[in-house]
C-alpha cells in the first residue's frame, strides 16, 4: 500500500505540474475540458467533460458504499446500501432547496476531515512509543515487514490494489480549475500546486505508514471497520473510536458534494449547446433542476449496486471512479504535451514551455496507461473498469451524431 501510494502520488504530481504550467501560461487551461474543446474540437471536448461527469458520479456512489459499511460499526445489522439512499436523498434535495449552504457544510466537513487524521496520525505514534496503550500488542515498523514478508503477496498482490489508492487521489486536479478563476493564478496556483505536494507526503503517505505500522495486515483483512475507529477499538476506548468513525462518515458526506459539482458539469455542457437546453433549465431558486435529478439518479445505480452485492459493490464502483480519474489525467498529459508542438496555447505558453522538454508527461502517460493495465488484470477490478469503457463508447457515439456535420467545430485560438 505505502508504495502504491507513492507511485500514485509520483503521477499525481507529474500531472499538477503539466497542469500547472498550462494554467499558468493560459488561466483558462485550467479548465482542461474547455481546452481540449478548443484543442481538439467538440466531439473529444465533449468526451473529457463527459468522462469528467462520470467520475464525480462514480466518487459519489463509492463514497454511499463506504458510508454503509461504516454504519455498519454501530449497527451491524443495518443493510449497507440503506444509509447510502437516506444520505443521496438528503444531499438532493439540499442540491434542490439549499445550495447556499454548500460552502459552510464543504468547510467544516473538510475541518473535520483534517482532524480525523491528524488524531490518527498523532495518536498511532504515540502507541508505537508507549507499549502500554496496546496491551503490549506487536506494533511498529516491524509489521512492514513481519506476517509474511514485506510482499507476502507479491508484486502482482501490490499492483492489483492501485484502483484504490488511484481514487484516494481522484479529484486532485480540480485545484488547477478553482485556481484558475482566481485573480492572481500564477501565485494562487503556485502555492496551491506546493500544497499538493506536502499532502500527498504527510496526509496519503504518513497515514498509511501510521496505518501499516499500527495494525499487521493480517489484521485489517479481517475487519471490515475504518482503521481509524479500529485502533481507538483496539486500545479499549469504544467512545473515541465511535467521534473517529462519526467524523469518517463526515468526511465521506463532503464527498458527496461531488453531486453539486457532477449537475453543474451537466448544467455548463447544456449552456455551450453539447447537450439538450432542458438540462439548463433553472427552478425559481436558479438551480439546474433537471441536471441535479439525472446525476442523482445516476448516482443511485451505486445504490442498487450495493444492494445486489453489499461486499463487492465498494470495490466496483472505486476502481469505476479510478478509471475516470486515469482518463482525466491522460488528457491533461495529452494536452501539456501536444500544447508544446501548437500555437494553441499562446505565445506566453510558447516562450515559458520552449526551454523545456516534456518528458515527465510522458513518463506520467507511461505509468497512467500500465496502471490502467493491472486494473484490468484485476477480478475484482475488471468489471467496472468495463463499464468505464462502456460509458465512455456510449459518450463517443453520441458526440458522433450530435456533433455530425459541423465543419468549424473548434475555437478560435487566443493569442
Not at 513481519?146 to 498482490?157: D, I, K, S, T, V
Amino acid at each position: 500500500m505505502i508504495l502504491d501510494f507513492l507511485l500514485c502520488g509520483i503521477m499525481v504530481a507529474i500531472v499538477m505540474r503539466a497542469l500547472g504550467e498550462m494554467t499558468v501560461a493560459d488561466p483558462s487551461a485550467g479548465s482542461f475540458a474547455m481546452l481540449a474543446k478548443r484543442r481538439w474540437g467538440d466531439r473529444l471536448g465533449f468526451l473529457t467533460a463527459g468522462m469528467w461527469w462520470f467520475y464525480w458520479v462514480a466518487t459519489v456512489m463509492s463514497e454511499l458504499a463506504a458510508i454503509g459499511k461504516l454504519i455498519q460499526f454501530w449497527a451491524p445489522s443495518v443493510p449497507a446500501w440503506l444509509p447510502g439512499l437516506i444520505a443521496l436523498v438528503l444531499f438532493t434535495l439540499s442540491n434542490l432547496l439549499i445550495v447556499r449552504m454548500f460552502g459552510e457544510i464543504e468547510y467544516w466537513f473538510a475541518v473535520l476531515k483534517a482532524l480525523a487524521i491528524a488524531v490518527f496520525m498523532v495518536f498511532g505514534l504515540l502507541m508505537m512509543a508507549t507499549p502500554w496503550l496496546h496491551a503490549g500488542s506487536p506494533l511498529g515498523v516491524a509489521n512492514l515487514y513481519a506476517h509474511g514478508g514485506f510482499l507476502p503477496n507479491g508484486w502482482l498482490g501490490a499492483v492489483m490494489a492501485l484502483s484504490l489508492v488511484v481514487q484516494a487521489y481522484s479529484g486532485i486536479e480540480t485545484l488547477g480549475v478553482e485556481a484558475a478563476e482566481t485573480a492572481n493564478p500564477k501565485h494562487t496556483l503556485q502555492r496551491a500546486f506546493r500544497s499538493v505536494t506536502w499532502r500527498v507526503l504527510v496526509v496519503y503517505i504518513g497515514s498509511m505508514f501510521v496505518m501499516l505500522c499500527a495494525f499487521p495486515w493480517t489484521y485489517l483483512i479481517h475487519h471490515n471497520g475504518s482503521p481509524y475507529a479500529l485502533m481507538f477499538a483496539r486500545v479499549s476506548i469504544p467512545i473515541a473510536a465511535g467521534l473517529v468513525n462519526l467524523i469518517i462518515v463526515c468526511s465521506g458526506l463532503s464527498s458527496c458534494n461531488s453531486l453539486y459539482g457532477g449537475s453543474r458539469m451537466l448544467y455548463a455542457m447544456a449552456r455551450q449547446g453539447q447537450l439538450a437546453d432542458g438540462l439548463a433549465r433553472l427552478n425559481r431558486r436558479d438551480v439546474p433542476h433537471v441536471a441535479v435529478w439525472i446525476t442523482s439518479l445516476a448516482i443511485a445505480a451505486g445504490i442498487l449496486v450495493t444492494y445486489l452485492n453489499p461486499n463487492h459493490a465498494y470495490v466496483w464502483i472505486t476502481s469505476a471512479s479510478a478509471f475516470a480519474s486515469l482518463w482525466t489525467w491522460f488528457i491533461i498529459l495529452l494536452l501539456h504535451v501536444t500544447g508544446r508542438k501548437t500555437a494553441m496555447m499562446g505565445e506566453a505558453a510558447a516562450r515559458s514551455t520552449a526551454s523545456h522538454t516534456p518528458i515527465l508527461s510522458y513518463v506520467g502517460m507511461v505509468l497512467l496507461i500500465g496502471t490502467f493495465v493491472f486494473i484490468v488484470l484485476s477480478p475484482l477490478t475488471r468489471i467496472s473498469v468495463f463499464s468505464g469503457v462502456v460509458f465512455l463508447l456510449i459518450v463517443w457515439i453520441y458526440a458522433l451524431v450530435r456533433f455530425r456535420g459541423k465543419r468549424n467545430d473548434r475555437d478560435e485560438p487566443t493569442r
